[in-house]
Structures are given as structure tokens and as C-alpha cells.
Antibody, heavy 118, light 107 residues
């Protein structure tokens, strides 16, 4: 059974870049769509974007100018970079595997809290 | 973006109760609707996809129905392990969007 685990700093300063990685175990990253989703405190889930193993990406337009998702198949990892962060980017960040053209999330990581604060 | 609205935002129920959660889309999404369960500190879990298809390994007490704009998730007989937060998600049109969640608590 595939497992996903997020890693990265829990505290980021305003205007800096948030960087997270997701390590996939128990299965190959060389298929499916690999996604990032977040949940700000007291709010619902927000899809950030996905990458396919070919390197093709699709981002939420609300974040597109600040988001980069990349993949390293040799390490079975994919990563998220979110630039110019503000307090509004404070959230629990989840990585997830998706199928059906990235539409349905069938495996998730447990999530990691990232706080944006000076 | 398609807005997803869940109701209620929270509910209290007893073990053995039948529980229904509703999800409404701001426009028709055909049957492109998925349901997830999340327990505190745990990864979300896919329960239902395409409005009514049960994900492998999910107990049969969970069921989904609806099409167009109105959908329901039903738990036929609530079990202790079902106390959690439930989210709907539309997969009709990117960006994929989620409801705000329904927290099911012990009565």
C-alpha cells in the first residue's frame, strides 16, 4: 500500500519561499498524478496543484503565479515551492496521489503544519 | 470556481444512528463528486467517488447519492470509528474544490 510523508520547515518568514517535499513509499512515483492540498486554520481544503510523471503540471489559478511543483523520480519524491508567502499561507499542507486525470485523491499524507510568521 | 456547500457544518449523533450529510454545488457537476473522511491528526481517506461508487476497503454502511447539484453521504449505522470530519469535493472542473467539512461528533 502506497504511503506518503510530507517534510519541511514548520515556520517560514513572510515574503520568503515555503518549500515542502513528499516522499512516496510502497509504490512507484512514475505514474499517477501527485498533488498538494492545504487547509488553512478554520477553513476548508484548497487544492494547490499537481504534477504528472512526465513533468506536466496544473495549478490552481489563485496560486499559479507563486507555485512550483516538481518531481524527482530517482528519489520517489515530489516537492512544492510557494513564493512570497504571507500569513494567509499558514495552513496544514497535504501531499496526495490522484488518479482520473488528477481529479480523485486516493492516498494522502498526514499533513504538516506550516506557519508564516516573523 | 465551483463552490461546494456542505450542511450541516457539525452534528451530534449516537452509535447506531443513521446519518446524512448533504453537499450542494454552485453549478451542475453531473456525478463528479467525491467524499473523504478525516480523523484528527490522520490522513484524509477517500470513501466515495463518482457520487456513488464505494472505494475499495470502505465499509458498506457508507453510501453516496445524487447528481447535478445536490448530493448526500449516508452512514447507515454510525460506528465509534466514524466520528470524524467529512468533506465533499467536485472533480468536474479545475480547480477542484472542496466543501468546508462536516464534523460528526458523539452525542
Amino acid at each position: 500500500q502506497v504511503q506518503l510523508q510530507e517534510s519541511g520547515p514548520g515556520l517560514v518568514k513572510p515574503s520568503e519561499t515555503l518549500s515542502l517535499s513528499c516522499t512516496v513509499s510502497g509504490g512507484s512515483i512514475s505514474s499517477y498524478y501527485w498533488s498538494w492540498i492545504r487547509r488553512p486554520p478554520g477553513k476548508g481544503l484548497e487544492w494547490i496543484g499537481y504534477i504528472y510523471n512526465s513533468g506536466s503540471t496544473n495549478y490552481n489559478p489563485s496560486l499559479k503565479s507563486r507555485v512550483t511543483i516538481s518531481i524527482d523520480t530517482s528519489k520517489n519524491q515530489f516537492s512544492l515551492k510557494l513564493s512570497s508567502v504571507t500569513a494567509a499561507d499558514t495552513a496544514v499542507y497535504f501531499c496526495a496521489r490522484a488518479h482520473s486525470s488528477g481529479r480523485i485523491f486516493d492516498s494522502w499524507g498526514q499533513g504538516t503544519l506550516v506557519t508564516v510568521s516573523s | 470556481d465551483i463552490q461546494m456547500t456542505q450542511s450541516p457544518s457539525s452534528l451530534s449523533a449516537s452509535v447506531g444512528d443513521r446519518v446524512t450529510i448533504t453537499c450542494r454545488a454552485s453549478q451542475s457537476i453531473s456525478s463528479y463528486l467525491n467524499w473523504y473522511q478525516q480523523k484528527p491528526g490522520k490522513a484524509p481517506n477517500l470513501l466515495i467517488y463518482a457520487a456513488s461508487s464505494l472505494q475499495s476497503g470502505v465499509p458498506s454502511r457508507f453510501s453516496g447519492s445524487g447528481s447535478g447539484t445536490d448530493f448526500t453521504l449516508t452512514i447507515s449505522s454510525l460506528q465509534p470509528e466514524d466520528f470524524a470530519t467529512y468533506y465533499c469535493q467536485q472533480s468536474y472542473s479545475a480547480p477542484w474544490t472542496f466543501g468546508q467539512g462536516t464534523k460528526v461528533e458523539i452525542k
